[in-house]
């Protein structure tokens, strides 16, 4: 779990020059406690929306976004869009012969990007399946390739739908481009802001590891580094993945594995880099008992609801770096457009 949810979160950083708009689908089934349907919307990392098919309302996440958009127009699209993802994981389950015990879910990510330097753009458009890749579509030769046999049907189908694809092709390279400087415009004391981590060093009891805490940080970029008498120390470090706090920053643990006559005989500290300043620690704040820190109880918290709502995609947004590989198929052509046709 905790790979996957540090690739989805690797997703939503934004770089310096760089900004992204994304929406991130999931469908369920087997979670009776669980929305069917989620639908999250986020610019630069950020979240601005929700929805899901529970309360059936568009709820407003980020105040800058407010008197922008009226969330109504979000509901009405997302009313629509709810029954076409749920009428995918029946069919994408008998695709792959599953029986309907067990969880299942159905994915789509979506959005584009804008370098303000370069004035470059980009659009992407994935579906997954159970964590798998499932759909990608190429812009470029304007068409859906997909990485598994069972897609195969899918992307047939989809391909042969040209005004669909066409459609795709223009909101992604320019609707959503102009929607994304828009937010950007809007949210720019919120987006660029700059908050400094808190570093704490942790430690249950004197024969326990010594966690290194970072937290309360904005943007998410962070460096955190073991010195030992020094020297940059790499030996028994663990890294902990990037976690969001309920207030929109960041918080991120590294965990060095240390015996009592090691760290009284050795001088160790912590140095925490983020956007140019630079912390050290290397005084030990022990917790009473096996208790954690609230503040990283309510990231993992997050987390975990993030993980769930965007989860199970299992990719990075951007496969071409690392390739991504279709199954070879009578698939020429496009598609794309606002929303398809179930995967059938």
Known sequence: ????LLLLLEVHLAYAGTHTYQYFYTATSGLPNFPEFVAVGMVNGEQINYYDSSTMEALVKADWVKGIVDPTEWKNIWLGTQQWYK???PILKNRFNQSDAGVHTVQNMYGCEWDDETGATNGFNQHGYDGE????LDLKD?????PVQQGLITTQKWNNNKANLEGRKQYLNTVCIEWLKKYVQYGKSSLEKTVSPQVSLLQKDHSSSVTCHAT?????????TWMNNGQEHHEDVEVGELLPNEDGTFQKTSTLRVTPDEWKKNKFSCVVEHKGIIKEENEIRTNNGNSLPIGI?????????LLIVMAGIGYKIYQKKKGFKPVNGSDDGSNSSAHAEPHA
Request: no cysteine; aromatic share 12%.
């Open 142 to 146: 304007l068409r859906w390739i997909s």
């Open 1 to 4: 779990m905790q790979s996957l």
């Open 297 to 305: 109880i309510v990231g993992v918290v997050a987390a975990v609801v």
């Open 133 to 136: 890749d499932f759909l990608n």
């Open 87 to 89: 009428a995918s994981v």
């Open 216 to 224: 309360g940080f904005y943007p998410s970029g962070v460096t955190i």
